[in-house]
Every structure is written in C-alpha cells, then in structure tokens.
C-alpha cells in the first residue's frame, strides 16, 4: 500500500495554483513539496500545514493505493 497526492495536485489546478505557490502559501519548503511530487514519506505536521493553507481535510489531499 502506498500513499497518493494526486488529489492534491488536482486540487492546485482547480484553484489555478502551482507548486511554488503552495509552498508559500503554507510555508512548506520547496524541498517538502518536492518529496511529496515524488510520493516519498513527509510528516503530517507538513500535511496539515498544507490543509490549514488550503482549507481542506487531510483526506481531501491523500489517498491510499493497494500496490
């Protein structure tokens, strides 16, 4: 089982929002962003500075897939 963000990103096109803006946003690094880009593990004090910053639930970012 893995982890997906492709909500997230669907969730920045919506709202016309590129990664850049994300992180400043949230004030997430850029380095943050970037593991999140490649699915690796991040902590979910970052995940829920993205929520805060986006006004959304962890569950409206993330998404778990079988393998």
Do not use: F, P
């Not at 963000?5 to 920045?12: R, S, V």
């Not at 593990?41 to 993330?62: G, P, R, S, Y």
Request: net charge negative; charged share 30%.
């Amino acid at each position: 089982m893995r982890i997906s963000y492709n909500k997230l990103w669907k969730m920045l096109i919506d709202q016309n929002m590129n990664k850049r803006d994300l992180a400043e946003k949230s004030g997430v690094s850029t380095a943050s962003i970037a593991k999140l880009s490649k699915g690796a593990n991040i902590t979910t004090d970052v995940l829920l500075k993205i929520c805060e910053a986006m006004n959304c639930h962890i569950e409206d970012i993330l998404e778990t897939i079988d393998d």
